[in-house]
């Protein structure tokens, strides 16, 4: 079955470094999302993509943010400035074009800011 | 903030029927239910979705009140595997919605 893949797997950074994380959706699927978990805390939504554009952002998704899909395959999300209260897990997903469809979720970067 | 309400923990013997509550007493015509899990360390797994019919799939069935206020997950013989935390979700039809999670239901298989 085609799957949602994130990478790296586990991402540390110094405060104050961009951080990149990677995403590959999958294959045929059109619409992007990035969601974001801090530890014991709920998955929040973080932004959606479509048609190389945000279709909708959260209060979360500030100027640090930024989503990218550079090329057919890879959809990225970049933390220009990374603060402490980053550290989270971040979960790429992605869905298809039908009427009925569901987001299919990848296995998530941890992202710890030292 | 969510529109349903779950309990926060339950438990299950191994090899047993797993039901899930999940009220959702505000849900409008055009809302689907949507149940996913999470099990440790991993993203977030579609397990179903329904209008208004009970529906059926290779994991699990869903069985929503007729007057749809409520619905019940179900996992006909739990495993191990299945220890997860379980989220119920209302959410239009719509290919580009956010999913708004709440804190979902901690299930625990016991052997």
């Known amino acids: 079955e085609p799957e949602v893949t994130q990478t790296p797997s586990h991402q540390v950074t110094q405060m104050g470094q961009e951080v990149i994380l990677r995403c590959v959706p999958i294959?045929?699927?059109?619409?992007f999302y990035w969601y974001r978990q801090i530890l014991g805390q709920k998955v929040e939504f973080l932004v959606s993509?479509?048609?190389?554009?945000?279709?909708?952002k959260s209060e979360i998704f500030d100027d640090q943010f930024s989503v990218e899909r550079p090329d057919g395959s890879n959809f990225t999300l970049k933390i220009r400035s990374t603060k402490l209260e980053d550290s989270a897990m971040y979960f790429c997903?992605?869905?298809?074009?039908?009427?009925?469809?569901?987001?299919?979720f990848g296995d998530g970067t941890r992202l710890s800011i030292l | 903030d969510a529109k349903t309400t779950q309990p926060p923990s339950m438990d299950c013997a191994e090899g047993r029927a797993a039901n899930l509550p999940c009220n959702h007493s505000?849900?409008?015509?055009?809302?689907?239910v949507y149940w996913y899990r999470q099990i440790h360390s991993q993203g977030p797994q579609y397990i179903i979705h329904?209008?208004?019919n009970n529906e059926t799939n290779e994991m699990a069935s869903l069985i929503i009140t007729e007057d749809r206020k409520s619905s019940t997950l179900i996992l006909p013989h739990a495993t191990l595997r299945d220890t997860a935390v379980y989220y119920c979700?209302?959410?239009?039809?719509?290919?580009?919605?956010?999913?708004?999670f709440g804190k979902g239901t901690r299930l625990h298989i016991l052997p």
């Open positions: 997903a992605s869905s298809d074009d039908t009427l009925e469809t569901a987001q299919h």
């Open positions: 294959s045929n699927h059109l619409y």
């Open positions: 993509f479509y048609n190389n554009e945000i279709s909708e």
């Open positions: 505000t849900i409008s015509g055009n809302e689907y």
């Open positions: 329904g209008l208004k």
């Open positions: 979700i209302v959410s239009p039809l719509n290919r580009d919605d956010k999913i708004i």
